[in-house]
């Protein structure tokens, strides 16, 4: 799964993700975490990996992808000057300007979790001419000065799996 680069911050950089997903169904597998968690280089959050998922690092942020690549998660920081506590509304919109570049990216209403706000999204994805729809949840935390941005975007044929996925990838994003 390809997460265009205009959808990420410039820090981010991360064209490399080229990968033309396949049309394999991934929403009849089963999702279960890893023993070990990611844990980011500089030293900021944790995030669980989930079973069979390669982790690549691209411009200092993780990408997590199905082997298939129909469901894919990313994790961005942002540092804030304090850790003064941000509400939910300042949050949301900490992560929709993460990720607004995007290629017809929207998003639905903010909703209040545990720890933070989730927010639906959905966009395109142009790889070698050809257009198709993505979609997925995004999950914004304050942890201290740093607020946490968890991206999950998956293809038609994995949005089974976004459900599954941040239920058990929530639980995991922590500060280290």
Same mark, same amino acid.
């Given at each position: 799964?390809? !997460?265009?680069?205009?959808?990420? *911050? ?6 490399? @993700? ?13 999702? #279960?975490? &890893?023993?070990?968690?990611? =844990?980011?280089?500089? =030293? #900021?959050? /944790? +995030?669980? !990996? ?29 540092? #804030? ?6 509400? &939910?509304?300042?949050?949301?919109? !900490?992560?929709?300007?993460?990720? #607004? ?7 639905? &209403?903010? /909703? ?6 989730? @927010? ?11 257009? /198709? *729809? ?11 000065? &740093?607020? +946490? +941005? ?12 976004? =459900?599954?996925? !941040? ?5 995991? @994003? =922590?500060?280290?």
């Amino acid at each position: 799964l390809t !997460i265009p680069i205009q959808s990420l *911050p410039a820090q981010a950089q991360l064209s490399a @993700l080229a990968a033309f997903p396949t049309t394999a169904d991934t929403s009849a597998h089963t999702l #279960r975490l &890893n023993q070990e968690p990611y =844990k980011d280089l500089t =030293k #900021r959050f /944790q +995030v669980g !990996i989930l079973e069979g998922y390669k982790v690549s690092t691209m411009g200092g942020f993780p990408l997590i992808e199905a082997p298939d690549g129909n469901l894919a998660y990313t994790v961005l920081v942002e540092q #804030r000057a304090t850790d003064r506590p941000l509400s &939910n509304p300042s949050l949301a919109q !900490i992560a929709i300007e993460q990720f #607004r570049r995007g290629e017809g990216f929207q998003t639905g &209403n903010f /909703q209040p979790v545990p720890g933070g706000v989730s @927010l639906p999204w959905r966009g395109s994805l142009t790889l070698g001419g050809q257009t /198709q *729809p993505v979609s997925g949840v995004i999950l914004a935390r304050q942890l201290g000065k &740093n607020v +946490v +941005v968890m991206l999950i975007c998956a293809t038609e044929s994995a949005q089974g799996d976004v =459900k599954d996925a !941040i239920a058990l990838l929530a639980n995991t @994003l =922590k500060p280290l």
